[in-house]
Structures are given as structure tokens and as C-alpha cells.
């Protein structure tokens, strides 16, 4: 049962344009989401989050958008630049219960084209 | 201020053999975080403990597997007995609080041939 789903596993975009990964959730005790990048080989690397109190984040080339009634958020990077290539995770968690525990996505393969 | 730290990087061991992956946090946090993620998949969380205690292990598998986060030292994984579905990556976690944000580490790969 997947609780956290990505459901483009690759996306292909061109330099200095647009991209945005979806990602939807089941769970509704979840209330906290984040996105992480991952290069291979390391581990992933936090780069945004929203709380389920906002439908909005944005921090410089990144925006999350959290659409609660639709269950589903996405992240806008802009502009793409080829060093975004990697996969991106999202991730939610349900703070009300305490606890950092994470549920991932099975994550996006995002490669920006020079 | 170094970050997590993971190793070893890479594990290989035969089927049966014990592995041992070790994580210490950054300086500072006192919550740790296993995360498993097998080839071509997510992560998913396996345990979560704060010094000398197992808060959560609900994604742990019940057998083979335990976790511990003593007073002093690094938390261990350990896997006994390792078959052929226990090669993953496994990455540790580590935060300053139960809300703040999570770090991980780089992971380690294991191998089970």
C-alpha cells in the first residue's frame, strides 16, 4: 500500500525552462511534506518542505505547492539548470504523532538537457 | 561541522554472514533514523531511536534484524544471517529534535553474494 506515490518515474526538460514533479499521498494524518534530491551514490538531500497549514513555499529557484483537498503537491524548479539532474524524492510525515519518521515516494528522475 | 556519517560505504557478505552498519549522527542530534532502499524503489523507514531507547521500529523486518543507539558510540544495524534480499542501500538519518529537519547520510551499500 502505497501511501506516497510518484507516479512519473522520469521527466526530461530542457535548460532555463520549467520543471515540476508531482507527487500525490494517501495518508490524510499526514501534515508535514518535503522534497529531497538524491545524486547517485550519496544520500538525499533535504530542499524543501511545507506544512500542511500552507498551500505555498517557495525558496529561490524551488516552489512547493501543497494541494490538500486534492491530496497532492508538486515541486517548480525555474529555471532548470543541469546540475538539478537527479532524482527527486518526496516525502510526507505526520508530525501530530511526533517523530521525523518519513514516508518516501518511489521518486522522479528529472534530467535537464543543456 | 561534519555531517552524517555512514560506514562503511560498501558491505559485502556472504549469505549468512552478519553486517554491521554503523551511523553517527552530526553533532548535536540525539534522534536517528534507518531508512532502507532496495533497487529501483523509495526509501522506506525502518527504525527510529534516541539514545538508549527504540522509539519507533515498525518498518524493521521481526526477524534478523535490530538496531541500537547506546549512550556512547555510533548506532549499529545489524542484519544476521544476510540472504540475497537483504542487498540494499541503507542511509541513516539524523535530527536535533522529533520536528526539526532530518540529515542523512551518504549509506551504505550492501552486497549479499
Known amino acids: 500500500d502505497q501511501q506516497v506515490k510518484q507516479n512519473s518515474p522520469s521527466l526530461s526538460v530542457q535548460e532555463r525552462r520549467i520543471s515540476i514533479l508531482n507527487c500525490d499521498y494517501t495518508?490524510?494524518?499526514?501534515?508535514?511534506f518535503l522534497w529531497y534530491k538524491k545524486y547517485p551514490a550519496e544520500g538525499p538531500t533535504f530542499l524543501i518542505s511545507i506544512s500542511s497549514i500552507k498551500d505555498k513555499n517557495e525558496d529561490g529557484r524551488f516552489t512547493v505547492f501543497l494541494n490538500k483537498s486534492a491530496k497532492h503537491l508538486s515541486l517548480h524548479i525555474v529555471p532548470s539548470q543541469p546540475g538539478d539532474s537527479a532524482v527527486y524524492f518526496c516525502a510526507a510525515a505526520s508530525r501530530g504523532n511526533a517523530g521525523n519518521m518519513l514516508t518516501f515516494g518511489g521518486g522522479t528522475r528529472l534530467m535537464v538537457k543543456p | 561541522n561534519a555531517g552524517v556519517m555512514q560506514n562503511p560505504r560498501h558491505l559485502v557478505r556472504r549469505r549468512g554472514q552478519e553486517a554491521r552498519l554503523r551511523c553517527s549522527p552530526m553533532?548535536?542530534?540525539?534522534?536517528v533514523y534507518w531508512y532502507r532502499q532496495l533497487p529501483e524503489e523509495g526509501l522506506k523507514f525502518m527504525v527510529y531511536?534516541?539514545?538508549?531507547?527504540?522509539?519507533?521500529e515498525s518498518g524493521m523486518p521481526k526477524e534478523r534484524f535490530s538496531a541500537e543507539f547506546p549512550k556512547e558510540g555510533p548506532s549499529i544495524l545489524r542484519i544476521q544471517q544476510v540472504v540475497r534480499g537483504d542487498s540494499a542501500a541503507y542511509f541513516c538519518?539524523?535530527?536535533?529534535?522529533?520536528?526539526?529537519?532530518?540529515?542523512f547520510g551518504q549509506g551504505t551499500r550492501l552486497t549479499v553474494v
Open positions: 531511536l534516541q539514545k538508549e531507547n527504540i522509539i519507533d
Open positions: 538519518a539524523s535530527s536535533m529534535g522529533e520536528n526539526t529537519e532530518a540529515f
Open positions: 495518508n490524510s494524518m499526514f501534515d508535514y
Open positions: 553533532k548535536g542530534h540525539s534522534h
